[in-house]
């Protein structure tokens, strides 16, 4: 497992179009992935917009990604770029 901790950049946090294009590059890896946020236990679906979105994730929080799997350290950087270049 590779794990990342990220802080949402975004002053809309992540709203329907980032989490749309976090999901369908998600969704490219073979790597089950996950989003949680820091210090919370329950872990996020990072391939399901719905899990995602639920999250409600807001600007300045912070979030672990996290990826198992053949491709899991690409999966988590690439994603974690999403997220963090969202509000810029």
Known sequence: MYAKQITIQSKSGLHA???ADFVSQAGKFKSQIGI???GEASRADGKS???LLALC????????LSADGE????????LAQILTDCGR
């Not at 491709?71 to 690439?78: S, Y």
């Open 17 to 19: 179009r980032p989490a």
């Open 49 to 51: 917009i719905i899990m």
């Open 36 to 38: 949680q946020r820091a």
């Open 71 to 78: 491709d899991e350290e690409e999966a988590v950087e690439t």
């Open 57 to 64: 994730l807001a600007q300045g929080e912070e979030v672990i």
